[in-house]
DNA sequence: CGTTAGCACTCAGGATGAACGAGTGCTAAA
DNA sequence: TTTAGCACTCGTTCATCCTGAGTGCTAACG
């Protein structure tokens, strides 16, 4: 059954209107905000029906309407005027995102607390690894006979590297023949490869060569695995305490920590979506069943995806926090295509 | 003008009930608490003298009594039992943080998030530089013709490492000279003296080999200048909401974006002393005038000095956190002696 | 038949005030 | 100096009342 014209104008009246208030949308504020006049009376008959649908709520006899999440998932779906940036405001997220950001770590965090500030809810990011990231070259550079720093080379073009201190002394001329081996032994194949292959050699070569290499090779093993691996940064939570449905200090305790525990099961956009809307019971996680969700999703080179999201109240306004999460994986992913771009595509 | 025993163990006894009640404490409970027998009536007139000499409040006549700042600091520093950490506690901590954790970041936010859980209030952690770091040696690995991975080492024995892309093709020839000069002049000396040194070169040498020359110089200036700065993270600020000090959304709200934001001016110990505790308004800091930080400070090698501290109510329970708070500094002293060991000054 | 005016009804929220009780200060006796 | 006793204070709680926004229904209207 579909609704009619009037039906729905009335509908994204009350939903607006309690976007901004947070308080139940009487019959006659909705006919001093509708163009068409009609007369409150005429409203409340409609509004009953929108009850009866589902579409709207009624917190107790004598209130005004509150909207369901039926009701919001309608205007998500076909009311909601989407938004689209202003120059001014895709400038302003370039800026916010525009300082240095070497660590992964950082700019995401930089990248949650520019989000939740901008949209005044909190926000999560984060990267996660879809592939295996793999080595790809290893150097060995003596720094006296009892340390040594180790530099690798990964698949998504990024470097790491690390100051080892040894057990044993070793031989600076015995360094070229171990990174000979490193490169064409241990690259390009997964972590318990490389685990294995290292056993294999345990015979082979000279014991305190032996126990550089094994020293390598799981320090590289150790920063493989957490390449891989989801980084989660959430920012802003104190955004919540602003909002009149948390008021109470408890709900408030509830989602909070759930955000800055759960770095799991925070939702995800569909694969072939890049945004979705998550409205009240429609998540899945407990503690967000009384928040709406709006996430994003950005590519970051081919193998992984980030995540950038925002959490509010299901009275959230979609339609200007869509568009601006929009704006933001956009600067993201072209953030991470600057950044990851692999040496072998530059073309001038 | 001293208080008598009875008066101390009154107080003692008023301020520990607070801590764990939040509310005034009534002569009555004191009698009940108190090991000498004694009448209420008795205890009353002590009160009431107590109030007068400002270590005891008054919220209204005829409630009981709660602590004044000035109470809380004879408490402090004379009334406390200090505690000592079991062995239990001790390999707790170290437990929390013995997971492997490379990276600075990632250090800093484990230990806060093991404080904040252990302690049940917010907390902080930071690791200042109180001296400039230099570089102590740069190598150059060719990648391809385009782009070139930069190592350097720095005087706290760390290693930062990154892909650089070449706007002009260089000569993989040319790469040992560039080290060379790399290492030569621009070892041990200030990220201002970096920068006019690569001035001076500039005419000397040829222009594909200076570009690269100052893309490497640029990107050890960043890290050396972030490396100097201050890292601050927070965690645990949802433990706020416990409190039924900060049941009142708005208050609760100011301290936590505080937290949030403010990576300024967190309070530290001062140079000579380890541990500091600071009462409601004893803190310089508006947002922090209502509750009352412990902090420690704890050493990295010789030229770098962290801050761990917990931010809690007036009421906080100082005895158990100060003493769980040294614990954490010393394991995160511990920690950052092994991490950063000179090579030099191993000896076995 | 949809729309509107009118009116009785409902119900949350705020104000008011009485009863309660924890705790005090003071006085007089031990 | 300590204690028992007692009147007094004042925040808290609970019931009650009032108010007003908003509804649902009915009857009249175009």
Redesign the interface.
């Known amino acids: 059954m579909n609704l009619t014209d009037r039906k729905k104008k009335i509908l994204k009246v009350v939903i607006e209107d309690y976007i901004n208030s947070a308080e139940p949308v009487g019959s006659k504020a909705i006919a001093g905000q509708l163009d068409d006049s009609v007369s409150s009376a005429t409203i409340r008959n409609e509004l009953a029906e929108l009850v009866s649908m589902g579409y709207l709520e009624q917190p107790h006899t004598s209130a005004g309407r509150i909207p369901s999440p039926k009701g919001y998932r309608l205007y998500v779906n076909e009311l909601m005027d989407r938004q689209r940036l202003s120059m001014a405001e895709t400038e302003k997220i370039n800026r916010a995102l525009q300082t240095?950001m070497?660590?992964l770590?950082?700019l995401l965090s930089q990248a949650g607390r520019a989000l939740s500030a901008y949209v005044s809810y909190p926000a999560y990011v984060a990267a996660a690894g879809r592939k295996r990231i793999l080595a790809t070259?290893f150097?060995l550079?003596p720094?006296?006979e009892?340390?040594c720093?180790v530099?690798m080379?990964m698949g998504n073009?990024?470097?790491?590297?690390?100051?080892l201190?040894l057990q044993l002394k070793v031989d600076p001329k015995q360094i070229p023949t171990l990174t000979n081996l490193l490169n064409t032994r241990f690259v390009g194949i997964s972590t318990v490869e490389m685990n294995k292959r290292l056993m294999e050699l345990s015979e082979g070569i000279p014991p305190q060569m032996f126990l550089l290499l094994s020293q390598t090779v799981s320090y590289a093993v150790?920063?493989l695995e957490?390449a891989g691996q989801k980084e989660v940064v959430t920012?802003?939570?104190?955004q919540i305490?602003?909002l009149p449905e948390?008021?109470d200090?408890?709900k408030?305790?509830d989602l909070?920590?759930f955000l800055?525990d759960s770095k799991e099961n925070l939702p995800a956009p569909d694969d072939n979506s890049p945004l979705k809307i998550l409205i009240g019971p429609e998540n899945v996680n407990k503690a967000l069943q009384d928040t709406s969700v709006v996430v994003a999703s950005y590519d970051i080179g081919d193998d992984m995806r980030g995540l950038i999201g925002v959490v509010g109240p299901t009275r959230m306004d979609y339609s200007t926090v869509a568009a601006r999460l929009s704006g933001f994986a956009g600067a993201m992913q072209r953030l991470f295509e600057k950044r990851d771009?692999p040496?072998?595509q530059?073309k001038t």
Chains 1, 2 share one sequence.
């Open positions: 240095k070497e660590e770590d950082r070259r150097e550079l720094v006296d009892r340390s720093i530099v080379m073009n990024h470097v790491k590297s690390q100051l201190r150790e920063i957490e920012a802003g939570t104190s305490l602003r948390f008021r200090a408890d408030a305790h909070m920590s800055a771009l040496p072998e530059d």
